[in-house]
């Protein structure tokens, strides 16, 4: 791995991994967002291989570990989750692989081997989406389901103030920034909804669905009363998208 942003962002997310753990798995999709129990966009998973990109502590896995798939593959780039997420996950019966690697890059995963992949608020992070999209497309067998969500595109461009939305930053601005919430420096990558859809239709996936609804419960209030995601900013644009895309049969 010699790409110094990367290196960076290991860093930075060892340090900050405890505050994720079991932050937002499946069935949720990221705050405020509709749960795969909702959506069901995974369809039946008994038998099924499924791989996950940024897996974090394990939880998501844990989730589809219940369901009966036939595989559970994850890849992350922190030490820290993927120690955690193997201890989460020692106890099942299912056949799980684990890799401590950039999704940007190939560890070992098969090509044309998986059923499902999916990423549930680690796409963003990718410092290179169209390689990312590109290893995506080669891990599936056709037919093969591609699911991720990540935060809405207008969600850290607008801020909340006295009832009403202010555009904060240009929605047209686009790439790398620095994520000054953490104390270890972090960065992390912005584009456009239509950035994320043309580079997709690019990559050879066919899109069938995008989800911008939010679902506001009240445990969801309590849950998120003083956070990044409010409950009154939720009620006026969406947190996340959520992107089901397939790999064609041939
Ligand atoms: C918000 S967490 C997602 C947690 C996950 N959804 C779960 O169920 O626990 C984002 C994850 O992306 C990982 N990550 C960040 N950059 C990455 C990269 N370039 N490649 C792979 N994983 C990355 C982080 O280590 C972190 O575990």
Not at 89 to 105: H, K, R, V, Y
Not at 137 to 144: A, E, I, R, S, V
Request: aromatic share 12%; hydrophobic share 35%; net charge negative.
């Amino acid at each position: 791995m010699n790409n110094e942003t990367l290196v960076q962002n290991k860093k930075s997310w060892d340090k900050a991994a405890e505050r994720f753990f079991a932050r937002n798995p499946l069935p949720e999709y990221g705050p405020f967002a509709p749960t795969e129990e909702d959506l069901q966009l995974f369809g039946e998973v008994k038998g099924k291989r499924i791989l996950v990109l940024g897996c974090g502590s394990g939880h998501s896995i844990k989730y589809l570990d219940g369901k009966s798939p036939s595989e559970l593959w994850g890849l992350d780039l922190s030490h820290v989750q993927i120690q955690t997420a193997k201890h989460l996950l020692a106890e099942s019966n299912t056949s799980i692989q684990l890799f401590e690697s950039p999704m940007e890059e190939n560890p070992g995963i098969p090509s044309a081997y998986f059923d499902i992949v999916f990423s549930i608020y680690a796409i963003g992070w990718s410092t290179d989406l169209r390689k990312t999209l590109a290893n995506v497309f080669q891990y599936l067998n056709d037919g093969g389901l591609f699911i991720f969500s990540w935060e809405h595109p207008l969600y850290n461009r607008m801020s909340h103030e006295n009832g009403q939305l202010v555009m904060t930053k240009s929605y047209h601005e686009e790439g790398a920034y620095n994520h000054h919430a953490w104390q270890e420096p972090a960065t992390m990558q912005q584009y456009k909804l239509s950035t994320y859809i043309n580079l997709l239709i690019a990559s050879g996936f066919h899109i069938e669905q995008i989800i911008e609804e939010v679902c506001i419960t009240e445990e969801d209030k309590e849950r998120h009363s003083n956070g990044w995601y409010s409950p009154d900013k939720a009620s006026l644009l969406p947190t996340s998208f959520i992107i089901k895309c397939r790999k064609p049969n041939i």
